[in-house]
């Protein structure tokens, strides 16, 4: 079992990646205080893993509550259901929440953590791939908003993070394809050696070839750990973290929260962030091309629904989370493997960009 | 202007306790980083007091959102009003709340400012007694469920609490008793001298004499600064500002949230409280009779609602934030000015209390 650690302070935890990490006591039972244990999953995961999970947690007290599965789900009425099953089973502050799922179940369990008797522990247990490489580390947690993605939640770590992967055996190869959409960021934003690696072993990690596979997740998590440990509540750099999310949440927002894929709508937007880059004359044509070409050979999108405008785009991202008194900010990449937050882009630039998506 | 602060390091905050605070624009700016405001009152306050606050705070961009008033809306779809509300006026990750109003106002605030783009700064301007003496310092943030009072939040600090004794003017005499439930409170836990020089003025604070009752806020605030710094999160020492409250806060889920207010309860339930500390041994017969005159001197309740039984107590303290592991934690006194957090009393004596009230 490979292990990392994400370094902050009293708040640091592991991420344990490997196969057969759900069937081992040993990763959960540090991480666990109480005697009590609430598994937060979903009605499309929890039939296929919950069993095992309890099996491994045969020492523990085990409730557990089935959300329905999607984004469209990922809001109050959802979460209250993970508050109702804390406190009909009178969990305590000493509870341990389990999120067994994709990045949905991640952020509502995590949020619930958060809140629930205002912060019970939680350990993440992502069965996709995109909440294996991004959202399962780095304590972002939220449900959204019918006004704007992800608005409501907490900054709240998890007390470890173990990652299975061959609960990605299970995997529809459409969840395959937006996990390495959050793979494909961290070559974008920080290190062009692995996007090169990528362009070369995409078609192998979409077969779930075990070393590439395990290679892809390793680098990913590691990358998303030194940064959310150089800004845990992003303050700055984290944000980069976020290349092609603006783009992509006001497109999740526009078409209904489910109808795309979190990490098809971040392909768009990352085409249309590399478009930006480009038209501002910091990366060539020929990296657009690149970023089209990889995001292809994942069947993924690489632009946004015909049906938006760019007013559409305009209204929805006025609202992002990362702008600044009535300023846009954007990540854009100054060069293939090195992104940055930007407010002084122009205008019309942006505009083209959006016109032509 | 008196000020206190809170030190808990980077999140320290000052408390300014004074007349006339809501009209001082000094005490604002210093802890307003962005130019946008969200002003969260309720339709009992706000006409009261918004036009001297927007007055206050005309070089901001002020919004406001008002809430309907009383503990029975302090839900989710009253919260997300206010979130409603930051949305639709594009309120970004800058933006400061302020909290204007008493303690249902400041922990629905102070949780949408935690959680609002998972965190923002909020500004307290308690104007209740309850709310200037406990409530508003420390941090605690919070929803109801209906299975149990606050068991939604945070911890989440506010950047200063302004308090203005002005506005205890405008506030009926039910609810400045019910403040004066928690400023009793103060001395049974860790003041026996604080006790006795209110047994002496609680008539004249009642009255709003203006030196009994700055003494008093002074006196409360400083307390409570005390405890929250040595244990924030209620690791451990901060749960003796509980005192009463798990049995309080049972009467207020049983009676439905908002027939009895918050102080009533708090003093139902710290009369048992002691009753129970007397049936341990711990405190003398006399010195309940001391608690329940001073809470009839302000007209506080000093025994539950009759249509309670000792079940009905003992299925909603189940559920208290206090609990571990199923084993109920009780504030109890070992004497007349020192608390403790017990779960070592005799089950018979509390029955028997419960039978009692």
Chains 1, 2 share one sequence.
């Not at 409501?152 to 995997?171: C, H, M």
């Not at 292809?296 to 992002?320: E, K, W």
Request: some cysteine; proline content about 3%.
């Amino acid at each position: 079992m490979y292990e990392l650690s994400v370094e902050l302070g009293e708040r640091s935890y592991p991420i344990y990646i490997g196969e057969g990490g759900l069937s081992n006591p040993e990763l959960f039972s540090p991480h666990i205080r109480g005697q009590k244990v609430m598994i937060v999953t979903n009605d499309v995961v929890g039939p296929l893993y919950e069993h095992t999970l309890r099996e491994t947690l045969k020492d523990y007290d085990v409730d557990s509550v089935v959300l329905p599965d999607g984004e469209e789900h990922k809001n109050w009425s959802t979460l209250n259901m993970i508050f109702d099953a804390l406190l009909e089973e009178q969990h305590s502050r000493h509870t341990t929440i389990i999120a067994l799922g994709g990045g949905v179940v991640g952020d509502m369990a995590g949020f619930a953590a958060a809140s629930y008797q205002r912060g019970v522990d939680f350990i993440q247990v992502p069965t996709t791939l995109l909440s294996q490489v991004d959202s399962s580390v780095g304590g972002k947690t939220a449900i959204n908003h019918p006004l704007g993605k992800n608005m409501i939640g907490a900054f709240y770590q998890p007390k470890a993070v173990v990652i299975d992967t061959l609960s990605l055996n299970t995997l529809a190869t459409k969840e395959i394809s937006a996990g390495l959409a959050e793979v494909i960021k961290y070559g974008l934003i920080r290190d062009a050696d692995f996007f090169a690696w990528l362009e070369v072993n995409v078609t192998n990690i979409k077969n779930l070839q075990p070393a590439a596979l395990s290679h892809a997740i390793r680098t990913s998590c590691a990358c998303k750990a030194r940064v959310v440990e150089a800004d845990e509540t992003e303050g700055g750099v984290r944000a980069i973290l976020n290349l092609g999310h603006t783009f992509g949440h006001a497109i999740e927002t526009h078409e209904g929260y489910g109808e795309w894929l979190h990490g098809e709508a971040v392909a768009a937007g990352t085409v249309m962030a590399a478009e930006l880059s480009m038209r501002q004359g910091w990366i060539s044509a020929a990296s657009v091309e690149r970023i089209k070409e990889i995001f292809r050979m994942c069947l993924l999108p690489i632009g946004g629904p015909d049906s938006m405008t760019p007013s559409d785009y305009a209204r929805l991202m006025a609202v992002d989370k990362k702008v600044v008194e009535g300023s846009l900010r954007l990540v854009l990449l100054s060069e293939l493997g090195c992104a940055f937050v930007c407010s002084d882009f122009d205008r019309a630039h942006l505009d083209a960009v959006l016109t032509g998506n």
